[in-house]
């Protein structure tokens, strides 16, 4: 068993210094926060920055596959600056969730358009599903699909849909274009509009089987249960490190402001009261960063203890990005609760991410039972 390491190394902080700048300077506060106000607002062309321009789309596709053979740790890094820039684009669900369940599932041909980044897809299983806990909600009746699925996550920008279903022998994966006939999409309105979420409804719509083999096993891939479980841990996984850099968001912009915000003549920073509800969310970003990168170099290296370290992620992340955001637009007094402050980007992404791939109380019970804890 290979040791962990926790410590960035120096690609993965120059894959963060060209994220950051991308986001930072195509993706202001104030653009983000036009998806709450103008529905028809399109953020295309920064995700084709990101998945074309700097590769991003493939990092976790195999160098053979056109990918750049990149592992959980880059996309972790990814990943943090997505969440430190509440942008609205649909890596996790792409670049993520339905790239690694077609990778399982052995897939070649779909993995590679994603790869270049001129296709985007998404899997077709809601976004609170608990890796472990999945149940398909589509099934195949004469070569077609029929059957519902909710709140999934990425589908307007998709151009794929990924989508396990239920057949005879057991569960397959198929692939639908996401504008062929017999599928229907409907957006439903969320807390967080930076990563929509829609039903989509399959009636009569004609697929392509990834897995291809008999009893729901790929020729080349694991069985199209294994892909879905895979595809949800590693989401579990990795939406820990997006956690993670909204929370340092959060934390390192109420510092600031508190430092300069002045109140009977003194800062308010330097009062003994905001100084420890500082520390306080010091401590826990700072725990937050050693559980995320854990659970991300965990997943990385294959390790026997990942799913264990996916769901203590999630457990503590989850809660310390939704208390950084909280106190973000409390220590921020009146300016935090305006709708043009981007505060409130945070704590809708932060309590919309509590929700994804299960509670918090979920993942504690997992890991409950992971670690042979008895109830």
């Given at each position: ?5 926790l410590?960035?190394?120096?690609t993965?902080d120059a ?6 700048r991308?986001l930072?300077d195509?993706?202001?506060?104030e653009l983000v926060?036009?998806?709450?106000d103008q529905e ?7 995700w084709k920055s990101l ?8 990092l976790?596709?195999?160098?053979s596959l056109?990918?750049a ?9 990814v990943?943090?600056?997505v ?14 969730l339905?790239?690694?369940a077609?990778?399982?599932?052995g897939?070649e ?5 994603l790869?270049e ?14 890796p472990?806990?999945f149940?398909p909600?589509?099934?195949r009746?004469a070569?077609?699909?029929?059957g519902t699925?909710t ?7 998709a151009d794929?849909l990924?989508?396990?279903v239920?057949?005879?022998?057991g ?9 062929a006939a ?5 957006q439903?309105l969320s807390?967080d509009m ?7 409804v ?7 089987r ?8 790929g020729a080349?891939g694991?069985t199209?249960d294994?892909a879905?479980?895979?595809?949800l841990?590693?989401?579990a996984?990795?939406l820990?490190?997006?956690q ?5 968001w959060?934390?390192e912009?109420t510092?600031a ?17 905001i100084?420890h509800r500082?520390a306080?969310?010091?401590l826990?970003?700072t ?9 991300a170099?965990?997943y ?6 990942a ?11 989850s ?7 909280e106190?973000?637009?409390?220590l921020h ?6 709708w043009?402050?981007?505060a409130h ?9 509590q929700l994804?791939?299960g509670t ?7 890991l409950a039972?992971?670690i042979?804890l008895?109830?």
């Amino acid at each position: 068993m290979s040791t962990a390491d926790l410590l960035y190394s120096d690609t993965e902080d120059a894959l963060r210094e060209s994220v950051r700048r991308l986001l930072a300077d195509r993706c202001p506060p104030e653009l983000v926060a036009e998806a709450y106000d103008q529905e028809s607002v399109d953020f295309t062309g920064i995700w084709k920055s990101l998945a074309v321009d700097l590769g991003l789309a493939g990092l976790l596709v195999p160098e053979s596959l056109g990918g750049a053979g990149a592992s959980a740790r880059e996309a972790a890094v990814v990943m943090e600056e997505v969440g430190r820039a509440v942008a609205p684009v649909p890596y996790l669900s792409s670049a993520v969730l339905a790239t690694v369940a077609l990778l399982e599932a052995g897939d070649e041909q779909t993995v590679g358009a994603l790869a270049e980044g001129a296709t985007t897809a998404a899997l077709a299983v809601g976004l609170a599903t608990p890796p472990g806990r999945f149940a398909p909600r589509v099934r195949r009746e004469a070569n077609t699909l029929v059957g519902t699925v909710t709140s999934v996550a990425g589908v307007p920008e998709a151009d794929i849909l990924v989508v396990p279903v239920e057949g005879p022998e057991g569960l397959e994966l198929h692939t639908v274009s996401a504008g062929a006939a017999g599928v229907s999409v409907t957006q439903v309105l969320s807390l967080d509009m930076t990563r929509p979420l829609s039903d989509v409804v399959f009636d009569g719509a004609a697929s392509t089987r990834v897995d291809g083999g008999t009893a729901s096993t790929g020729a080349d891939g694991g069985t199209a249960d294994e892909a879905v479980r895979a595809a949800l841990g590693a989401g579990a996984a990795l939406l820990a490190s997006e956690q993670l850099g909204l929370a340092q968001w959060c934390f390192e912009t109420t510092l600031a402001y508190v430092k300069e915000r002045k109140q009977f003549g003194r800062a308010v920073g330097s009062f003994q009261a905001i100084k420890h509800r500082i520390a306080d969310i010091w401590l826990e970003v700072t725990s937050a960063t050693a559980a995320a990168r854990y659970a991300a170099d965990a997943y990385a290296r294959g390790d026997s203890d990942a799913e264990i370290a996916a769901a203590l992620a999630q457990a503590y992340c989850s809660d310390v990005a939704v208390h950084a955001a909280e106190e973000c637009i409390q220590l921020h007094a009146g300016i935090g609760m305006t709708w043009e402050y981007p505060a409130h980007l945070y704590l809708k992404r932060a309590k919309s991410d509590q929700l994804a791939f299960g509670t918090p109380y979920r993942h504690r019970a997992h890991l409950a039972t992971l670690i042979d804890l008895p109830a």
